[in-house]
């Protein structure tokens, strides 16, 4: 080949408005708004950036907060839960209260069932004799129901 004198060169081809387009969004931001050096044009884009600007970073730090802080809190609130779970009697349950002669609710669940099972029977003499009652109670409603009445078993009847 041999090339061309400058004077005989053909002139450049012109290009055609898709490449013009290709070139101009390789060259220009996303944002109609945005400048080419990255400001916003409007007060309101320049307001909107800096609120971003003052929001992000607290809560950067408050998403890293809770990153290091969340498992530590949900360890504690699972071992709270278990040891709820053992010192509790589950709701709605049959709890057996050995030792609790002297608490107040007891004492009154027992009256009530010697006055219930006294209702239901003939008087037995007046010995003394011990008994294990189930009684129901659902203090939400004030409602107590003797279930249960009967004589313990292996107690003496001196006690």
């Not at 060259?27 to 080419?36: I, K, N, V, W």
């Not at 779970?85 to 608490?103: F, H, K, Q, R, S």
Request: aromatic share 6%; hydrophobic share 40%; with cysteine.
């Amino acid at each position: 080949l041999i090339p061309f004198p400058d004077w005989q060169r053909p002139p450049p081809l012109q290009p055609s408005a898709a490449q013009i387009e290709h070139s101009r969004r390789k060259t220009e931001p996303a944002s109609p708004l945005l400048r080419r050096c990255g400001r916003p044009r409007s007060m309101e884009m320049r307001r909107y950036h800096r609120v971003l600007r003052s929001v992000a970073a607290p809560a950067l730090l408050l998403l890293l907060l809770l990153t290091l802080v969340l498992p530590f809190i949900q360890t504690q609130m699972q071992s709270a839960r278990e040891k709820a779970a053992d010192e509790l009697p589950l709701d709605g349950g049959i709890v057996d209260t050995p030792g609790a002669e002297n608490d107040l609710r007891i004492v009154d669940l027992a009256r009530f069932a010697v006055s219930e099972h006294k209702n239901r029977t003939v008087n037995e003499g007046g010995a003394k004799k011990m008994y294990e009652a189930k009684v129901w109670e659902q203090p939400w409603m004030d409602f107590k129901k003797l279930m249960e009445f009967r004589p313990a078993e292996g107690a003496s009847a001196s006690a």
